[in-house]
C-alpha cells in the first residue's frame, strides 16, 4: 500500500490523521517539523504528502514550493483550516485543497484519487502522463 506522509504541527491533527490512514491499509510517518522533511522525504519516499500551510518555523507554503521543485511528480495534497488560500496561485501545483474537519470520508476519496493514477504507472506497461486536476474539497 501506499506511503503517506503528514506534515502538520499539532500533534493531535498528526494523530487522528495517523490512525484513520493505517487502518486504511496506507502506511503513515508524521512530522510536525519543517525542518526534518527534507531528510524523510530522501530516506522515506512517501507517495504522497499531506501539508499543512501554517507550521511553527518556516512557512508551509515554502516548505511545498521546495517539496514540488526538488520532487515534481511527488503529490501533495494542502491540509489546512483557512479556505483562504483556495485562489492563492502558490497553491496551483498542489494535487488537491482540503479544508480540514472531523469528518475524513473526503480526505481518503481524495487520496485514493489522487494516489490511483500513480498505482496504474506501476501496473501497466506503457505509462500513463499523471495529470490531477486540483479539486476543491471541503471538510475532512
Known sequence: MANILIIDDQPCVRKLLSEELIIEGYQVHSLGHAESVREHLLSSQPD???LDLYLEGPEGFGLFEDIKRQYPHMPVIIVTAYDSF?????VSHADGYVIK???L??????IAQVLTPQQ???TTEEPKPHCPELRVVHGF
Open 48 to 50: 504522497l504528502v499531506l
Open 86 to 90: 483556495m485562489d492563492d496561485p502558490r
Open 101 to 103: 474537519s472531523i469528518h
Open 105 to 110: 470520508d473526503e480526505l481518503k476519496q481524495k
Open 120 to 122: 496504474d504507472l506501476q
